[in-house]
């Protein structure tokens, strides 16, 4: 049985990524588990592991579905971050993303739903 589910985004520089995901998540890191990784729960079994591994850096796509999509955006520039134009999907749904400092995408979504 799959417990958790681990995202990953590989960086080249840990503590400069340490903050960006620190200003993303409005907290520290959950874990520090190795010199060369730290890591957020994000939801009961999600985590998001942010690695240094400078040769794969910035290929990361991450999602996240919030529950207000509105008070997120306002909350990431109060923390001095710069999300991305909000694009409407289809079915209700919204998204903006912004790129960590090596480029990895993270991608919030709104009106997620289970089913469609």
């Known amino acids: 049985m799959i417990e958790h589910?681990?995202?990953?985004?590989a960086v080249t520089d840990l503590e400069r990524a340490c903050d960006f995901y620190s200003r993303?998540?409005?907290r520290g890191p959950d874990?520090?588990?190795m010199e060369t990784l730290v890591e957020w729960r994000v939801t009961g079994s999600g985590w998001l592991q942010v690695f240094v591994q400078p040769d794969r850096a910035g290929q990361a796509f991450v999602n996240f579905a919030v529950d207000?999509?509105?008070t997120w955006l306002d909350d990431l520039r109060v923390r001095g971050l710069t999300p991305g134009d909000v694009q409407d999907a289809d079915k209700g749904v919204q998204l903006s993303a912004l790129t960590d400092p090596d480029g990895n995408t993270i991608t919030l979504i709104g009106g997620f739903r289970i089913s469609y």
């Open 24 to 26: 993303l998540f409005g």
């Open 68 to 70: 207000d999509l509105a």
């Open 31 to 33: 874990n520090r588990p």
């Open 5 to 9: 589910v681990l995202a990953v985004a």
